[in-house]
T-cell receptor
Framework: AQTVTQSQPEMSVQEAETVTLSCTYDTSESDYYLFWYKQPPSRQMILVIRQEAYKQQNATENRFSVNFQKAAKSFSLKISDSQLGDAAMYFC???????????FGAGTILRVKS | DVKVTQSSRYLVKRTGEKVFLECVQDMDHENMFWYRQDPGLGLRLIYFSYDVKMKEKGDIPEGYSVSREKKERFSLILESASTNQTSMYLCASLTGQGRPEAFFGQGTRLTVV
């Protein structure tokens, strides 16, 4: 069964600094997708970034980038130049190539200090 | 814009009641999901559906059932609500092959008293 593990229940970062959130996953599949979702206090889930497993290049979206290590089954999220609006719960997620099951980790609460 | 709509934002039900949580999406997505969200446990998958009338158990299906009679609607049913089913429930739909993306409803905070 596919599982996603986020080992950091909570992280803090100073405004304008950089923070990295960790995620590991377990799968026997070779083709799949990984995601980071953000859930602010409004509860609305927002896609932050997506990585295709067949792509060696790490995905980036503005201040957000990932470090995807396929062999190690690791998928960390780096947030650069942190802003107060980045404060939220962040979830790492996995789904297989053809969708179907979408599995999430336990989440990491990110606090941003001014 | 893709829209996933859950029928209620807040719900209070009594122990033993049959509870229906409805979810509707407007983008013709084949895959739909129901999760419950509890502090420290993240989003746990209850059931998912990959087509009309097709369903599969997720990681915590006990005490729940689902119905998908039409592609746009995926219902979660608590046959006999219990206090340990007090939680936040999130519905999602997933785009197809290519560059999948999940879209979520606003969540339903269910309290069973």
């Amino acid at each position: 069964a596919q599982t996603v593990t986020q080992s950091q229940p909570e992280m803090s970062v100073q405004e304008a600094e950089t923070v990295t959130l960790s995620c590991t996953y377990d799968t026997s599949e070779s083709d799949y997708y990984l995601f980071w979702y953000k859930q602010p206090p409004s509860r609305q889930m927002i896609l932050v970034i997506r990585q295709e497993a067949y792509k060696q290049q790490n995905a980036t979206e503005n201040r957000f980038s990932v470090n995807f290590q396929k062999a190690a089954k690791s998928f960390s999220l780096k947030i650069s130049d942190s802003q107060l609006g980045d404060a939220a719960m962040y979830f790492c997620a996995y789904c297989m190539e053809y969708g179907n099951k979408l599995v999430f980790g336990a989440g990491t609460i990110l606090r941003v200090k001014s | 814009d893709v829209k996933v709509t859950q029928s209620s934002r807040y719900l209070v039900k009594r122990t033993g009641e049959k509870v229906f949580l409805e979810c509707v999406q407007d983008m013709d997505h084949e895959n739909m999901f129901w999760y419950r969200q509890d502090p420290g446990l993240g989003l746990r998958l209850i059931y998912f559906s990959y087509d009309v009338k097709m369903k599969e158990k997720g990681d915590i299906p006990e005490g729940y059932s689902v119905s998908r009679e039409k592609k746009e609607r995926f219902s979660l049913i608590l046959e006999s609500a219990s206090t340990n089913q007090t939680s936040m429930y999130l519905c999602a739909s997933l785009t197809g092959q290519g560059r999948p993306e999940a879209f979520f409803g606003q969540g339903t905070r269910l309290t069973v008293v």
